[in-house]
């Protein structure tokens, strides 16, 4: 039986309410390889996203782009740099990312509040491991904006680049008052995956302020084509379809009032919750994807769950277990002592999240949640 109340309700731009917009395409007779809905959704992103400063790029989702741009970043580095820096708390595709690029991810705990990759973690890796560490990969953790500035300077001091997985963070704005990500020399990448604030069906973003850059990373998307069919560099086939592109084109008209209305169901959930940890804000508004909260200490995630699962509510526990703790990864990656992320990850509960959703709905979620905090 399907829950009652789901855990998303992915909601992207009804393609069949597009038909003019199809036949276009169709009568254009160009699918993909960077066509016209392409262009412009590249350059409707970076308007809106970025008041026009920088570069963005597409591609056909995150984790191809995370791999374009890990590639990217690393290719000339010395061999003995095979290392790619990333929180332990994040999704496969960051690590899986960088294993398909070459690396071997070696991961740092998370600050306990903001859930963010732990400054004192981070400086500490690099200054034991600094010279075999190729890519610092921060991840902007459920949306959240990372202090960019110290990455820069990070970068700077180790001689590093980052790249940075903000896969839940389009629609985020800084605390400066920027989109996430503005005025960022190293990429950012941006998924625009059907279950994220910014709903298309697969497709990804790449923004960095440096235009050599994405443009490598466009024909790195085209399989390294920087001549007609001659590949001169590293490639896959990372580009975006016509019809993926109008689906992202469709969901900017609206996106706004949608992050806001998001955030206000967030509002009502914290107000309610009480006895539940909620991830420290950073930025000054969060694209909020679902809503990760702490379970109260001492309290029985699986009883919790089994509660919310007896009422018919969706619910899920990201990220249980965090990467060391899946097999995968345990044989692949390096994997030192992460307290933080084992208390967080412990009592992670994920509760629902989606634009239709109503104060009713969330009521009742808090009325089964209430016995437990
Ligand atoms: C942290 C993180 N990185 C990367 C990805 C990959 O995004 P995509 O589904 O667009 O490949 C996700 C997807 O959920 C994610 O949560």
């Known amino acids: 039986m399907s829950p009652k109340i789901p855990f998303l ?17 169709e009568d254009s007779g160009v699918y993909s390889n960077f066509g016209p809905k392409n262009s412009e959704l590249e350059q409707r992103l970076l308007d809106g996203f970025f008041a026009g400063r920088g570069h963005c790029a597409t591609a056909c989702n995150a984790t191809i782009a995370l791999m374009l741009a890990l590639k990217a970043v690393t290719e000339d580095s010395q061999p003995q740099r095979r290392y790619a820096l ?12 960088a294993l398909w690029a070459g690396l071997t991810p070696i991961f740092c705990d998370i600050e306990p509040d903001t859930w963010l990759p732990c400054a004192r973690s981070e400086t500490e890796i690099l200054e034991r491991h600094g010279k075999e560490v190729a890519v610092i990969v921060p991840y902007a953790t459920f949306g959240a904006a990372l202090d960019l500035d110290r990455y820069a300077a990070l970068a700077e001091r180790f001689d590093t680049p980052v790249v940075v997985d903000a896969a839940a963070s389009l629609g985020t704005i800084d605390q400066a008052g920027n989109g996430f990500g503005t005025g960022f020399p190293f990429p950012v990448v941006f998924s625009m995956h059907v279950t994220k604030t910014f709903a298309s069906t697969e497709a990804a973003v790449v923004y960095a302020d440096d235009a050599g850059l994405v443009a490598r990373l466009q024909t790195m998307s085209n399989f390294g084509f920087g001549e007609a069919r001659h590949a001169t560099m590293a490639g896959l086939n990372g580009k975006l379809s016509e019809v993926a592109a109008l689906a992202a084109l469709l969901r900017i008209d609206g996106f706004n009032q949608i992050v806001e209305r998001r955030r206000e169901l967030h509002e009502r959930y914290r107000e309610r919750l009480s006895g539940f940890a909620f991830q420290r804000p950073t930025a000054r508004r969060q694209a909020h994807q679902f809503v990760p909260v702490l379970t109260p200490e001492g309290a029985d995630p699986e009883a919790i769950s089994a509660a919310l699962t007896a009422a018919g509510i969706g619910h899920s526990a990201y990220f249980r277990p965090h990467l060391a703790g899946q097999s995968y990864f345990q044989k692949t990656c390096v994997a030192l002592p992460t307290p933080a992320t084992d208390e967080v990850s412990a009592r992670a509960l994920a509760l629902p999240l989606y634009d239709s959703m109503t104060e009713d709905e969330i009521d009742a979620i808090c009325d089964v949640l209430d016995v437990f905090g």
């Open 9 to 25: 309700r992915p909601s992207p731009a009804p393609l069949s309410q597009a038909i003019d917009q199809l036949r276009e395409i």
């Open 86 to 97: 990333m929180p332990s708390f994040t999704f496969a595709a960051t690590a899986h990312a």
